[in-house]
Nanobody
Framework: QVQLVESGGGLERPGGSLRLSCTGS????????MRWYRQPPGKERDLVAT????????GYVDSVQGRFTISRDNARNTVSLQMNDLKPEDTAVYYC??????????????WGPGTPVTVSS
């Protein structure tokens, strides 16, 4: 079964850290760019970070640059998002995404179910 499954979300205080993970199965994980998106309550889903198939190139939205780090382990079919210095505005459901089956609307067609992150004191 082709799928992505996220884990690691939860409640954290401002200034704290969380590490999200996403595991892929049913496809050749190392062949695909991987992305993390997030959707805050009542808002649209936006791109947060990307990583190239071999992991040599990464990209971040300005609001998380210097605080979040995306990485991947192709041997374990896993992509991670280390989130440091969390802020209340980082509260969102975080989704893993891959262009398995191509792209649609500028993002990959394969989504995970998401993992919620709440940053609050």
């Amino acid at each position: 079964q082709v799928q992505l499954v996220e884990s690691g979300g939860g409640l954290e205080r401002p200034g704290g850290s969380l590490r999200l993970s996403c595991t892929g199965s049913g496809f050749t994980f190392g062949h695909y760019e991987m992305r993390w998106y997030r959707q805050p309550p009542g808002k649209e889903r936006d791109l947060v970070a990307t990583i190239a198939p071999e992991g040599g190139h990464t990209g971040y939205v300005d609001s998380v640059q210097g605080r979040f780090t995306i990485s991947r382990d192709n041997a374990r079919n896993t992509v991670s998002l280390q989130m440091n210095d969390l802020k209340p505005e980082d509260t969102a459901v975080y989704y893993c995404n891959a262009p398995v089956g191509g792209y649609s609307g500028g993002h990959g067609r394969l989504w995970g179910p998401g993992t919620p992150v709440t940053v609050s004191s």
